[in-house]
């Protein structure tokens, strides 16, 4: 833990056990000091990451750059992951070990696991930087990508990349009781991210945006060019617990619209913009207009595991490696959806629409391009002599497994083990379309 934030911490993390929503952020903005520090002294000693004592980071920053001031709080070394941690070092220690942090968004540790394998004996690797967005902290051994330079369909630059160019650090969107959003006015009194928060108050409060995620306009001062977004922050709740195992039960986050377009900011050209099937020049269908068709919602709440289309329980249906959102910005349709239980109705139906994160996480995870799952192999699992569903443990093959061992494997997947998807599953892909 670095030192001058201790305070701060403690405080935080006292109330997170009772009220998530009254900790540091609060859903607008923290201490100035949870992230500056004025002379970078406290008690006499030098309180920024990698900077010389009375000289911080830019900004005033308790770190070299923006995203170390994020993960000064935001990363751990720890092998099992918990509560706001979306970072861990874990897996730097050794070849084997996975990242440990389980939430909605992924690990960002999962950007320094690059494997090297063979299949079929060909020599080949699966860089980690193509897990996902490489935010640059170099404190924290995090370096910008050096394939993609700028956002694939746009142009924001991979050299800025940070936490901040995506959540305000200030946190300065709200959303009022109207249901609109706005970048000032009425106070921000409590965060508006979890099934736990407070609803804005008309005339008297408002709520912060989902994950205090930037808006309309939003530009990090230290970007210089025209990067200002133009579409707001997604309509989305989590439950207050949501850094933890699969394995027994799922993390449903209730994302509700808008997130697509959040993406497109930076991503433009990649958001559906009018889908005729078979048309040339089109992009998979992601978006608010991008809705389930009935075919599609059929086989989603039917699907099982590959060639098993026989579910009929609306609280089985949904899989939290396949989410969609619910079309909706009404939270009181949201809020009770974002549990993580599996004993509601969380069935696709057709006012549901596919989203960026339909197929991707947002910040990082196990597989290339940052997908939810496996899209390196047909399978995602193999079988043993007696059928039951195994991770793949070859050494010489690789294709399945692209050079994970069975605990990265069950890692990547959120603690589930092979048999939550069943003997020779093919990729989730399946889920919506079952080809096979
Ligand atoms: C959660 C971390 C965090 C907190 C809390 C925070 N800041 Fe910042 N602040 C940042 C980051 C990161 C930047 C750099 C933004 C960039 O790269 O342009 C910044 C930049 C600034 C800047 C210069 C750029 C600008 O946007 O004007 C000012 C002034 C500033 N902060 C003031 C404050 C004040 C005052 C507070 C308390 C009310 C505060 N900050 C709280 C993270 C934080
Ligand atoms: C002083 C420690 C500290 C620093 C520095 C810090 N955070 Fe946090 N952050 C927390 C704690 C504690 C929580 C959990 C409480 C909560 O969910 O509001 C949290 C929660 C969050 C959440 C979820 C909030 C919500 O309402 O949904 C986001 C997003 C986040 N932080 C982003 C950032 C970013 C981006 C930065 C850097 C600009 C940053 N944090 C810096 C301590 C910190
Ligand atoms: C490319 C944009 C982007 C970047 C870069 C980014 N985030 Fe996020 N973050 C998101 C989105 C979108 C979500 C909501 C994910 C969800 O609910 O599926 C999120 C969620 C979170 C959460 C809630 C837990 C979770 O994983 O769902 C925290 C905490 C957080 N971000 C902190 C950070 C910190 C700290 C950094 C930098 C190290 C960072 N983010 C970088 C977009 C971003
Ligand atoms: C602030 C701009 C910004 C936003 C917002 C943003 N991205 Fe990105 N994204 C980038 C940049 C820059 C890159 C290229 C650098 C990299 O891959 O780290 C990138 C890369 C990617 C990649 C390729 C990863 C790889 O290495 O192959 C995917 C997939 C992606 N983004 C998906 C998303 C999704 C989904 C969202 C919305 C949740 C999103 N992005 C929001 C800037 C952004
Ligand atoms: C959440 C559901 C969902 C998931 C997951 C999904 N798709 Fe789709 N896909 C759709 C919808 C909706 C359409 C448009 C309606 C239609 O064609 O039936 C579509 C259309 C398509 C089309 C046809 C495009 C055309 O011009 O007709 C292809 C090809 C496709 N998807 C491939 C994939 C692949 C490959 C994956 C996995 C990487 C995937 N989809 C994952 C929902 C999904
Ligand atoms: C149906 C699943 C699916 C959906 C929905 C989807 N993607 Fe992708 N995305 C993929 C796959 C698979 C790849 C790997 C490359 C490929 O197949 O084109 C990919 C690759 C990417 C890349 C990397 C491109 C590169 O040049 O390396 C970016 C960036 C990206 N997606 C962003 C987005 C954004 C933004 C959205 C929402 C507007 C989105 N994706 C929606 C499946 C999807």
């Known amino acids: 833990?670095?030192?001058?934030?201790?305070?701060?911490?403690?405080?935080?993390?006292?109330?997170?056990?009772?009220?998530?929503?009254?900790?540091?952020?609060?859903?607008?903005?923290?201490?100035?000091?949870?992230?500056?520090?004025?002379?970078?002294?406290?008690?006499?000693?030098?309180?920024?990451?990698?900077?010389?004592?009375?000289?911080?980071?830019?900004?005033?920053?308790?770190?070299?750059?923006?995203?170390?001031?994020?993960?000064?709080?935001?990363?751990?070394?720890?092998?099992?992951?918990?509560?706001?941690?979306?970072?861990?070092?874990?897996?730097?220690?050794?070849?084997?070990?996975?990242?440990?942090?389980?939430?909605?968004?992924?690990?960002?540790?999962?950007?320094?696991?690059t494997y090297n394998f063979s299949i079929r004996n060909n020599p080949t690797s699966d860089p980690g930087e193509t897990h996902g967005h490489n935010i640059v902290a170099v404190d924290f051994g995090y370096v910008a990508d050096s394939r993609l330079l700028t956002a694939p369909g746009g142009s924001y630059p991979a050299a800025n990349l940070a936490c901040s160019s995506c959540h305000d650090p200030h946190g300065q969107y709200r959303r009022l009781a109207n249901g609109t959003q706005a970048r000032t006015g009425l106070p921000i009194f409590n965060s508006g991210s979890y099934n736990s928060s407070a609803d804005p108050i008309s005339g008297v409060g408002a709520v912060g945006v989902y994950r205090i995620l930037a808006g309309v306009g939003y530009q990090p001062k230290s970007l210089t060019g025209s990067y200002a977004f133009t579409y707001p922050a997604p309509d989305a709740v989590a439950p207050s617990t949501y850094n933890r195992s699969e394995a027994t039960a799922q993390t449903h986050v209730a994302y509700g619209k808008g997130m697509s377009e959040y993406c497109a900011n930076c991503h433009t050209k990649m958001l559906e913009n009018g889908f005729t099937s078979g048309m040339k020049g089109l992009v998979h269908p992601a978006g608010n207009g991008a809705k389930l068709t009935a075919p599609i919602v059929a086989n989603y709440n039917a699907y099982v595991t590959s060639g098993i289309m026989t579910n009929t329980d609306p609280t089985k249906a949904y899989s939290t490696l396949v989410p969609f959102e619910l079309g909706t910005a009404d939270y009181s349709v949201l809020k009770p959806l974002a549990v993580n239980t599996d004993d509601k109705d969380q069935s696709a139906s057709t006012s549901a629409n596919v989203s960026c994160l339909s197929c991707h996480r947002a910040h990082a995870s196990g597989f290339e391009s940052m997908a939810r799952y496996s899209l390196t192999n047909e399978f995602m699992t193999i079988a043993d002599s007696a059928g039951v569903a195994q991770y793949d443990s070859s050494t010489t093959e690789g294709k399945v497994n692209y050079g994970k061992n069975v605990a990265e494997q069950t890692a990547a997947y959120y603690g589930r083990p092979a048999t939550a998807f069943g003997p020779y599953a093919r990729n989730l892909c399946n889920k919506c379309h079952a080809k096979d």
């Open 1 to 113: 833990m670095k030192k001058g934030i201790k305070v701060v911490l403690a405080a935080a993390s006292a109330l997170l056990i009772s009220a998530p929503a009254f900790a540091f952020h609060s859903g607008g903005v923290g201490e100035c000091e949870g992230c500056h520090t004025m002379h970078n002294s406290l008690d006499g000693v030098a309180v920024a990451t990698g900077m010389p004592q009375y000289q911080a980071g830019p900004y005033l920053l308790k770190a070299q750059d923006a995203s170390g001031s994020c993960l000064n709080c935001h990363n751990a070394n720890e092998t099992t992951g918990g509560s706001y941690h979306i970072s861990s070092n874990s897996g730097d220690y050794a070849a084997g070990v996975a990242p440990a942090e389980y939430t909605p968004g992924g690990d960002f540790g999962w950007l320094k696991k």
